[in-house]
């Protein structure tokens, strides 16, 4: 059993940066290949990006493209999310979720383990 913690939300004005952290405990941090999802009210969870267990290979949706970069540090079993030129439609529950194969999959029904979720809000 893996457990994810999510840290670093808040409040920014447009065109800020936030730094978001994904703790992981409970289990091989490094067989997980990672993503980091976001859901804004009355919208459905999106896939933001995604990172495969060696950090090789990264996947953005378009939407961030340019915008946010992911990375692990395995021996801190910790996956991020830097997030520039944030705007205020980034604004969401952002959610880190570990999958146990080592593909870059953007549906969230096949992750196996989520964290609580931290808020961004984007102010304009």
């Known amino acids: 059993q893996v457990q994810l913690v999510e840290s670093g939300g808040g409040l920014v004005q447009a065109g800020g940066s936030l730094r978001l952290s994904c703790a992981a405990s409970?289990?091989?941090?490094?067989?997980?290949?990672m993503g980091w999802f976001r859901q804004a009210p009355g919208k459905e969870r999106e896939h933001v990006a995604g990172?495969?267990?060696?950090?090789?290979?990264?996947y953005y949706a378009d939407s961030v493209k340019g915008r946010f970069t992911i990375s692990r540090d395995n021996a801190k079993n910790t996956v991020y999310l830097q997030m520039n030129s944030l705007k205020p439609e980034d604004t969401a529950v952002y959610y880190c979720?570990?999958?146990?194969?080592?593909?870059?999959?953007?549906?969230?029904?096949?992750?196996?383990?989520w964290g609580q979720g931290t808020q961004v809000t984007v102010s304009s």
């Open positions: 409970g289990g091989t941090f490094s067989s997980y290949a």
């Open positions: 979720a570990a999958d146990r194969e080592n593909l870059l999959r953007v549906g969230w029904y096949v992750y196996d383990y």
């Open positions: 990172i495969t267990r060696s950090g090789g290979r990264t």
